[in-house]
């Protein structure tokens, strides 16, 4: 959604509802958080703010190993 449309928590707000899950990589190369241009700790706090419910799955490739990514993910939520 960020190469497509960009502007992430504005997409949130008008279709929230219609989300069930959403599948995170970063921006560009789908490698784990902090590798690319999202701001993943404000896209996170906005979802909750917008009473989101449902699941984050993160679908990325390891920018070095799953170890670091891992860690990555746990330090962005």
Known sequence: MQINEGNLCDTISAYVDQMGHIHVADVPGR????????????????????????????????LTDTKSAVQAIMEEC
């Open 31 to 62: 490698h784990e958080p902090g590798t690319g241009e999202i701001q993943y700790k404000k896209v996170l706090r906005h979802l909750e703010s917008c009473g989101y419910k449902g699941l984050v799955g993160y679908e990325l490739f390891p």
